[in-house]
């Protein structure tokens, strides 16, 4: 009887207390749940992984030489998405650039750290530079559903651009904030279907060398079998009327403008082709397909033939992707009669490889490095190894170039492309491949990577074909923003012949040699992407596993009408017209050889908006057609100003035709 009696009297004391504090309105003191505990590997950023208690580069973090135990160290750009249940209340934390870029890079280094509240922006730090002691932090975040922290890089570039959240942390009373990835909307083909009809793609303009070897594939769309003539074929170059092939040798310089005719049951199509025979090659950007971004090194011989095999199988050699392209991984020993860089195993007919991909009407590509070794760690081309893979951490340039002996087998075995990964990029050794490729006795485009200095710009527009100017690029939204939205600057670089490349496209299935996997671009955010890169007139490389290539890609890398803006023959690169930081706008304008002018309305925010151009901010007046790109439809007659509806992160590409 005793334990009953005082087990009923232990409950009326502690219902009691409860009353009592209940009555006096004592709450439950909330508790405390760190930034750095999230699951930080869905935080997108466009350089690096974002880390717990540590730079990014895996150092202290330290702002302003302070040095802080808790935190996450970023990168600007850096999207940080998180999950709340309406019960937390507040989020309190410091922020600032971190101390641990070089000096250089500190000396540029600067970033806006943005905070929004279910979608409106409820703090700004505004623009923090290197050396600038941390920001504090404390808002109220009670009935909150999501909270974005977001870093900046303020459109002066990224370098020394390390950012950190320090001491930061939420006050809970309900369940704990999750670190989440953005909603990923469902996949919608704009592209129409391609038509049974003969029609004849870009690019319209052709050039090429004399007396060097010829291959160029007529890019038209339709249902085969057709025929395809022409008349007006330059000295010495002939056509295989059922493949749109032209091989030979061109033997006199001059522009000739060719007349191509195509026919099959469903139709016929007729467009003029201008082949200039001359000193410049490369007079539209590149396009074709990289083994990078899907397979990182390892790479081999049946890889690079079914690639070939689908570029044609697909279609997309029919839209102007003509170059298929072995990155890092092929290198083996030096030697065989020019002391040049051997292949490996994996490689064990290289001549007969090129050969076969250039049966396909395809061109290929090789890659190098004017370093002992090279990123993948292979021998480069100041490197005489005979042990295949250079065991040597240095990438310094050697003593000795190589130059010479490579150029020279790269053209026995008859490629058509060099990238040459190159990081520093000095003028005397760029002239000197230069120089070597012109006299190799083909056709050999000079594209450089990776990160080619500003400063030399005009140098590079001079020397070679296509230069790198960012680092490489990963499939996040951060990183291709980054890398496509600081190209302004490069804009008058551009030219026929010589073109600013901002890397590879990443869409489809990719995986950099490891597990292959869908980008992580959103579709909206893959129809910016290759909207902005046909604006920039930038190289159009492929980067992912044909073999795995669904409708969706295959119809946004196949829009007839994006490449022609990509290819066209003017060869102007597009730029900035106009920009709204805070509601994060860009509208971006490239005129186009027909007098008409191509705009990207490009929505950078979180929600869908209204966006609209005027025709006073690129220079035009009146009524003028509005074309929408993507969907290959007129949208009617406007009069001084275009508006419409733009989904979040996503574009709509519009051509404005001349006034004539």
Known sequence: MKKPFKFVFLMLVFLVGVQIVMGYGVTIAPRIVWLDELDLSNVDQSAGKALANQSMWKTPLS???????????????SVFRIKLDGKAISFKALAGIDDSAPEHELKQASAEFIILGDGKTIWRSGVMHAGQKAKHIDIS????????????????????DRTNWV????????????????????????????????????????????????????????ERPMEITVNNLPEGLSIDKNTGIITGKATKAGSY????????????????????????????PPMGWNSWNVFGASIDDHKIRRMADLMVELGLVNYGYSYINIDDGWQGVRGGKYNAIMPNEKFPDMKGLVDYVHSKGLKIGIYSSPWVQTFAGYIGGSADSREGKVINSSRR???????????????????????????????????ELTYLLRRSGRDILYSISNAAPFGLAEDWSNL????????????????????????????PYAKPGSWND?????????????????????????????????????????????????DFTRSILSNKEIIAINQDVAGIQGHRVYANNEKEIEIWSRPLSDGSVAIGLFNLAENKQEISISWDKINIKGKRKVRNIWKQKDEGVFSNEYKSVVPSHGVVFIKIESGK
Not at 63 to 77: D, L, M, N, P, S
């Open 167 to 222: 001491d930061a942390r939420f006050e809970v009373m309900g369940v704990d904030p999750i670190s989440v990835k953005r909603e990923r909307e469902k996949e919608y083909v704009l592209t129409p279907s391609t038509s049974k009809s003969p029609s004849i793609n870009a690019p319209h303009v052709y050039g090429a060398r004399p007396e060097n070897p010829f291959l160029f594939t007529i890019p038209v769309s339709g």
């Open 502 to 550: 901002p890397d590879m496209l990443i869409v489809g299935k990719l995986g950099w040699g490891k597990e292959i996997h869908s980008t992580n671009l959103s579709p909206d955010e893959q129809y910016t992407h290759i909207t902005l890169w046909s604006i920039l007139a930038a190289p159009l490389l492929i980067g992912c596993d044909m073999e795995q290539m669904d």
């Open 397 to 431: 340039h050697g003593e000795y170039s190589f130059a010479k002996n490579d150029v020279k087998q790269w053209a026995e075995w008859g490629f058509d492309y060099i990238k040459y990964d190159w990081v520093t990029n000095d003028i005397a050794h760029t002239a």
């Open 141 to 160: 975040i009670k009935g909150m559903k999501s909270l974005i922290l977001r870093v900046d890089h303020t459109g002066d570039g990224i370098a020394g």
């Open 464 to 491: 070679t074909n296509a230069w790198r100017t960012t680092g490489d690029i990963h499939d996040s939204w951060c990183s291709m923003t980054t890398i496509g939205f600081l190209q302004n600057k490069w804009q």
């Open 257 to 284: 403008k060719v007349n191509v005719s195509v026919e099959n049951q469903y139709g016929k199509d007729s467009k003029d082709l201008t082949i200039i025979i001359g000193e410049k090659i490369s007079l539209t």
């Open 63 to 77: 702002i302003a030489g302070e040095t802080f135990e808790r935190g996450v160290g970023t990168h600007a750009a």
